[in-house]
């Protein structure tokens, strides 16, 4: 049998060796959860861009649909779509090789969007009783490149003051 000292100077405690072991096991546990965390990081770092870009996409084509069909007019240059209100209010649309400035009287909106062409046409229907002004815009989003289709009719006293000019 074991006799157990009751010595008044000794306390209960770990020996070094166990204290050396449980500090490897914690730096090893601690190891594993930074590299999960930094691979979890790099992901939702992915994920954010990817979601930003399909955000500025939807954004762009919802504010381009609004200012088309809200608006009185529509003036098209080479780099620029500029849009008045019946009201006198302004909105404009200024393309770069990198992003796309929608300025407004109450703020300037930015899209991430790599425009590459922008075609203006007027196109009939099929009955060839409307007359549409369609943009076309060559945008790269994804490394994909997509075409997207905006329509703006035109009705009849904007072609008789274009005919009388």
Known sequence: ????????????????????????????????????????NGR??????????????????YSLNKDIFEK???????????????TGEKVSYQFSDDYILRNSETFIDTFR????KMMVDTVRSKSEQFVFQKIKLNIESNEKEMDLRFYKR?????????MKK
């Open 1 to 40: 049998m074991f006799k157990i000292h009751s010595n008044t100077k000794s306390v209960p405690a770990f020996s070094i060796i166990e204290a050396v072991v449980g500090m490897a096991i914690t730096a090893i546990i601690m190891g594993v959860l930074f590299v999960i965390f930094s691979i979890i």
């Open 44 to 61: 939702m770092l992915d994920f954010k861009n990817q979601n930003q870009l399909v955000n500025d996409l939807n954004r762009l084509t």
């Open 72 to 86: 009185e007019k529509m003036m098209v240059t080479e780099s620029e779509i500029d849009f008045n209100s019946y």
């Open 113 to 116: 969007i790599k425009l590459n």
């Open 154 to 162: 035109v009705y009849p006293n904007e072609l008789l003051e274009k």
